[in-house]
């Protein structure tokens, strides 16, 4: 049986799920706290990946980072490729499930005692520091379980994968791409397997 599936979706669920903390996080923290115009609208962009079709969200990211998307021709300009390699695989990863992480660390954030926060900084913290010593240790339970669901949502990413990275055995070709190649094929033995993978690592994350 062919592993390299499995371990290219490993590869890009965590590399997906680290890129999703970067960006979740602050934009988890600017929701919690912040009142500004637009707040609506940027948790309705939050939350468009998890309501849109797959493919839909696959083509406009292709229409972007494709040769003759303004991303795609900016990353050729300087002899870089982004659609079709497995970086185009994280990021569809990443778009897919950042909206779990998000909402996740946003409910933890909410609970935080904002005097504890307070004490912290007139004991001379930085907003830096108080993040790291109050917000995030008391809030690092939702931000974990977000980023769990995030690992699980990459991990299973199918539809925007197929979209922009393609279905390349060797390449591209993730754990559920791999496992719809081997259905297609009549190859229920091999699928039965890697379904089985792919169960039994979220069943020991969650």
Same mark, same amino acid.
């Given at each position: 049986?062919?592993?390299?599936?499995?371990?290219?979706?490993?590869?890009?669920?965590?590399?997906?799920?680290?890129?999703?903390?970067?960006?979740?996080? &602050?934009? @988890?923290?600017?929701?919690?706290?912040?009142?500004?115009?637009?707040?609506?609208?940027?948790?309705?962009?939050?939350?468009?990946?998890?309501?849109?079709?797959?493919?839909?969200?696959?083509?406009?990211?292709?229409?972007?980072?494709?040769?003759?998307? &303004?991303?795609?021709?900016?990353? =050729?300009?300087?002899?870089?490729?982004?659609?079709?390699?497995?970086?185009?695989?994280?990021?569809?990863?990443?778009?897919?499930?950042? @909206?779990?992480?998000?909402?996740?660390?946003?409910?933890?954030?909410?609970?935080?005692?904002?005097?504890?926060?307070?004490? @912290?900084?007139?004991?001379?913290?930085?907003?830096?520091?108080?993040?790291?010593?109050?917000?995030? &240790?008391?809030?690092?339970?939702?931000?974990?379980?977000?980023?769990?669901?995030?690992?699980?949502?990459?991990?299973?990413?199918?539809?925007?994968?197929? +979209?922009?990275?393609?279905?390349?055995?060797?390449?591209?070709?993730?754990? &559920?791409? =791999?496992?719809?190649?081997?259905?297609?094929? @009549?190859? +229920?033995?091999?699928?039965?397997?890697?379904?089985?993978?792919?169960?039994?690592?979220?069943?020991?994350?969650?």
């Amino acid at each position: 049986m062919d592993l390299f599936p499995l371990w290219l979706s490993l590869r890009v669920a965590l590399s997906a799920t680290a890129l999703t903390l970067v960006v979740g996080i &602050p934009v @988890a923290l600017l929701l919690a706290r912040a009142r500004f115009a637009g707040r609506g609208l940027l948790e309705a962009v939050v939350v468009l990946p998890l309501v849109l079709p797959p493919t839909v969200l696959g083509y406009y990211l292709l229409v972007v980072i494709g040769s003759r998307g &303004p991303l795609g021709r900016a990353l =050729a300009a300087v002899g870089l490729e982004l659609a079709f390699t497995w970086w185009a695989a994280v990021l569809a990863a990443s778009i897919g499930s950042v @909206a779990l992480l998000i909402k996740s660390a946003q409910a933890g954030f909410e609970t935080v005692d904002r005097q504890l926060e307070q004490a @912290a900084r007139t004991l001379g913290r930085s907003e830096w520091s108080v993040f790291w010593s109050v917000t995030l &240790p008391l809030a690092w339970r939702a931000v974990l379980a977000g980023a769990v669901l995030a690992f699980c949502r990459a991990l299973g990413e199918f539809g925007i994968t197929l +979209m922009v990275a393609g279905n390349i055995p060797g390449r591209t070709q993730t754990l &559920p791409l =791999a496992i719809y190649d081997r259905v297609q094929a @009549a190859q +229920m033995n091999e699928a039965n397997a890697l379904a089985l993978i792919a169960v039994g690592i979220v069943v020991v994350l969650v």
